[in-house]
């Protein structure tokens, strides 16, 4: 079993990654807006291997679409597993706390992807929050006036 949670711990779960019917990779508009990213993860769940541990009552639905519905924390906000309409738990990647070892198998919505996603490449890359000297220079930017990038 894989525990997952919010940001806050109201809302605690696990899943039996040998439940996992699908993962999937979303770059649809709604997607990107509920994960603050240029793409969704979510893990479609068989409702026998996911049980909840703490916080299903503080969970919200949220319908985005007809039939769709989204889970979201009540506490801290953080998007959090739901059942679908067609009975499967959708538990969103970012809430495990420990990695489930399944991968996504599939990505939607290539179309809708965002312009300023790609951030495999022409950016800075830091195993941790990254040198000092490196914010040094954001703050700098930030406070000069003129040109933000450079």
Sequence with gaps: MVKGSCLCGTVAFEVDPAGVVAVVGCYCEP??????????VYYQVRRGAFRW????DGVAA???????LRGH???CGCTA?????????????G????????????????RSKAGWCGLETGVHRF???GPPEFWRTVFVRLFAGGSPRG
């Design 53 to 56: 541990l703490s916080g299903e």
């Design 127 to 129: 195993e941790d929050a």
């Design 31 to 40: 997607c990107r807006k509920v994960s603050g990213s240029q793409y969704g």
């Design 95 to 110: 809430a495990f706390d420990d990695d489930p070892g399944v991968r996504p198998d599939v990505v939607i919505f290539e």
């Design 62 to 68: 949220f319908e985005s679409s007809p039939g769709n």
């Design 81 to 93: 597993p739901i059942a679908t309409a067609y009975g499967a738990i959708r538990v969103p990647g």
């Design 73 to 75: 924390c009540r506490t």
